[in-house]
């Protein structure tokens, strides 16, 4: 199967600061990856879609201000937060889509879990 | 309606025996349909796609697809405490694919 890699895989910060998360597809080329967000016991929710080369598009409620995504590359997408506060607190997951004929699949990351102090 | 839809759960069921799992979707167009098994405390991992109606096995898993019914299901067979997870069941249309909430699964010794 694909690999996607996420980095890090786990980060503490102290309320106020920024926590950059990056997302890579190791093994195929992804125009579009996705950035979802877990709180525990809960289902995944769907943040953003981030495209290559274009702005991102964030679902109902969540603040583009705030959670910064940036497509870089067919490799790379990356979501800071942006003035993290504890209720930012959360394992942050990236998936990527992966394009074989007409078939797509998303596969993801292993996720970060970010505490925020 | 939410447009993937899954039982919640929990799903118990003993060692060995056979594991169901049903997802029904609302969007007719769909082309393709995932399972995800999603471990406490990790990301999902796909295990399974199907895309033509009908079964498909690999393993001790079983996928099946009935687009007129508009429901897809997972079947473990022989199922081992290690099965015990969340099962996503993901639908894919119009390039935009949805998740459903999951089911959690545990097998009991």
């Known amino acids: 199967g694909a690999v996607v890699s996420q980095h890090p895989s786990w980060v503490i910060c102290k309320s106020g600061t920024s926590v950059k998360i990056e997302c890579r597809s190791l093994?195929?080329?992804?125009?579009?990856m996705f950035w979802y967000r877990q709180f525990p016991k809960q289902s995944l929710m769907l943040m953003a879609t981030?495209?290559?080369?274009?702005?991102?598009?964030?679902e109902q409620g969540v603040e583009k201000d705030k959670f910064l995504i940036n497509h870089a590359s067919l490799t790379l997408s990356t979501l800071t937060v942006t003035s993290a506060h504890p209720e930012d607190s959360s394992f942050y997951i990236c998936?990527?889509?992966?394009?074989?004929?007409?078939?797509?699949?998303?596969?993801f990351g292993p996720g970060t879990r970010l505490l925020v102090l | 309606q939410k447009e993937v839809e899954q039982n919640s759960g929990p799903l118990s069921v003993p060692e060995g025996a056979i594991a169901s799992l049903n997802c029904t979707y609302s969007d007719r167009g769909s082309q393709s349909f995932f399972w995800y098994r999603q471990y406490s405390g990790k990301s999902p991992e796909l295990i399974m796609f199907?895309?033509?109606?009908g079964d498909k096995e690999d393993g001790r898993f079983t996928a099946q697809l009935n687009k007129a019914s508009q429901y897809v299901s997972l079947l473990i067979r022989d199922s081992q405490p290690s099965d015990s997870a969340t099962y996503l069941c993901?639908?894919?249309?119009?390039?935009?694919?949805?998740f459903g909430a999951g089911t959690r699964l545990t097998v009991k010794p």
């Open positions: 199907i895309y033509s109606n």
């Open positions: 993901a639908v894919n249309g119009n390039n935009d694919m949805r």
């Open positions: 998936s990527a889509r992966r394009l074989a004929g007409n078939q797509e699949t998303q596969y």
């Open positions: 981030s495209n290559e080369g274009s702005k991102a598009t964030y």
């Open positions: 093994d195929f080329q992804a125009t579009t």
